[in-house]
């Protein structure tokens, strides 16, 4: 079905009638001028965070389905919500959005996005839609709550440097990704060459066993059991943030926030059997990745030296390294202890990629 044939009112309207409120905060949602939202004096602050999402430079919809597409967006949201120790409560979604689409597109998408508010208990309350000339754009802004926000400038020289999960799974996924297109469109044009008639040729990626790396880049999730556990027992981070641009980028972040430096070990890294078996298998480093790759959306943080043996009981997080005095800078000591490798912010970078 044409979009035009909805009109802007009638497309939300169709799009958003499957989204019941579910936090007694959300007053009112979809429907009015504005969203009304109510916090509770015992829920504490406000956190807001907003991202854009723009096709061919955030996603390429020649492998990411319009569904997992729509989980994305709002998870990334929420993943920076809970790396302020806060839950997301709310979101608002604006779409710009090209003739190419038809509305069962948008079913697609907004499918997805029920799906992540659904398992995160976020509602949808508001956005906008409007026609686009250059493809998607996607804008979603998430307002949750903490108690006690953390931020990145909390950490002291000494702390521990922990985080959770494994990294460079989503880079070695998105590597793979991008490798299955190129041969997808090799052998398309190859066919179109050969000026063959009748039906074009069925191609079939290679992704056995490759499941975990696909995930991590086209479904990732926010760390909100990691958040839980901290909470039940009793550690508040000194300072936190996830990892979206790269290990890298977020330490030194952290680093220059808080005016300390940090030393991180190489061999502490956690790394995937499936990413250092990829990362073999395309001659790249497997470090690199894990230091550098982003999308991976796992949380980092900081915890005073004292709550050392509190944090190792603490599953699904590893300790990395431990900040230092500004003056030492910040700095990766090599797996076999004898070198010091300067960190460079060489993740994600918009504007240079």
Same mark, same amino acid.
């Given at each position: 079905?044409?979009?035009?044939?909805?009109?802007?009112?009638?497309?939300?309207?169709?799009?958003?009638?499957?989204?019941?409120?579910?936090?007694?905060?959300?007053?009112?949602?979809?429907?009015?001028?504005?969203?009304?939202?109510?916090?509770?004096?015992?829920?504490?602050?406000?956190?807001?965070?907003?991202? &854009?999402?723009?096709?061919?430079?955030?996603?390429?919809?020649?492998?990411?389905?319009?569904?997992?597409?729509?989980?994305?967006?709002?998870?990334?949201?929420? =993943?920076?919500?809970?790396?302020?120790?806060?839950?997301?409560?709310?979101?608002?979604?604006?779409?710009?959005?090209?003739?190419?689409?038809?509305?069962?597109?948008?079913?697609?998408? %907004?499918?997805?996005?029920? &799906?992540?508010?659904?398992? %995160?208990?976020?509602?949808?309350?508001?956005?906008?839609?409007?026609?686009?000339?250059?493809? &998607?754009?996607? =804008?979603?802004?998430?307002?949750? +709550?903490?108690?006690?926000?953390?931020?990145?400038?909390?950490?002291?020289?000494?702390?521990?440097?922990?985080?959770?999960?494994?990294?460079?799974?989503? %880079?070695?996924?998105?590597?793979?990704?991008?490798?299955?297109?190129?041969?997808?469109?090799?052998?398309?044009?190859?066919?179109?060459?050969?000026?063959?008639?009748?039906? @074009?040729?069925?191609?079939?990626?290679?992704?056995?066993?490759?499941? %975990?790396?696909?995930?991590?880049?086209?479904?990732?999730?926010?760390?909100?059991?990691? +958040?839980?556990? &901290?909470?039940?027992?009793?550690?508040?981070?000194?300072?936190?943030?996830? +990892?979206?641009?790269?290990?890298?980028?977020?330490?030194?972040?952290?680093?220059?926030?808080?005016?300390?430096?940090?030393?991180?070990?190489?061999?502490?890294?956690?790394?995937?059997?499936?990413?250092?078996?990829?990362?073999?298998?395309?001659?790249?480093?497997?470090?690199?990745?894990?230091?550098?790759?982003?999308?991976?959306?796992?949380?980092?943080?900081?915890?005073?030296?004292? @709550?050392?043996?509190?944090?190792?009981?603490?599953?699904?997080?590893?300790?990395?390294?431990?900040?230092?005095?500004?003056?030492?800078?910040?700095?990766?000591?090599?797996?076999?202890?004898?070198?010091?490798?300067?960190?460079?912010?060489?993740?994600?970078?918009?504007?240079?990629?």
């Amino acid at each position: 079905m044409e979009i035009s044939e909805y009109g802007e009112f009638g497309l939300i309207e169709h799009l958003t009638a499957n989204f019941p409120l579910k936090n007694k905060s959300s007053l009112y949602g979809v429907g009015d001028d504005c969203a009304v939202i109510e916090n509770t004096p015992e829920e504490g602050k406000t956190v807001v965070t907003t991202d &854009l999402l723009l096709e061919g430079i955030h996603f390429d919809l020649t492998y990411c389905p319009l569904r997992h597409l729509g989980y994305k967006a709002c998870v990334v949201n929420f =993943s920076d919500v809970y790396a302020m120790m806060g839950t997301p409560r709310q979101i608002t979604v604006s779409l710009g959005i090209s003739k190419r689409f038809k509305v069962e597109d948008l079913e697609e998408f %907004y499918a997805g996005m029920k &799906l992540a508010c659904d398992i %995160y208990g976020v509602d949808l309350v508001g956005g906008d839609t409007s026609a686009s000339m250059t493809g &998607l754009t996607i =804008s979603i802004t998430c307002i949750g +709550v903490a108690e006690s926000p953390v931020y990145r400038n909390g950490a002291k020289p000494n702390d521990l440097i922990c985080v959770s999960g494994d990294l460079g799974a989503a %880079y070695m996924g998105l590597q793979l990704l991008e490798r299955e297109k190129a041969m997808f469109y090799q052998e398309y044009n190859e066919w179109m060459r050969e000026g063959k008639k009748g039906e @074009q040729p069925q191609f079939q990626p290679k992704f056995e066993g490759k499941e %975990y790396l696909l995930e991590r880049q086209l479904k990732p999730e926010a760390r909100k059991d990691i +958040v839980q556990k &901290l909470k039940e027992v009793g550690i508040t981070p000194t300072s936190m943030m996830d +990892v979206s641009d790269g290990l890298s980028s977020e330490l030194l972040h952290i680093c220059k926030q808080s005016k300390c430096g940090c030393r991180v070990y190489e061999e502490r890294l956690p790394i995937d059997f499936q990413t250092a078996s990829q990362a073999e298998e395309f001659n790249l480093n497997v470090t690199t990745c894990a230091m550098n790759g982003g999308e991976d959306y796992e949380l980092l943080f900081t915890v005073p030296l004292a @709550q050392n043996e509190l944090i190792q009981q603490v599953s699904g997080i590893r300790l990395i390294g431990h900040m230092t005095d500004e003056r030492l800078g910040a700095a990766m000591i090599t797996r076999d202890g004898n070198s010091e490798i300067s960190l460079k912010a060489q993740g994600w970078n918009a504007f240079k990629n």
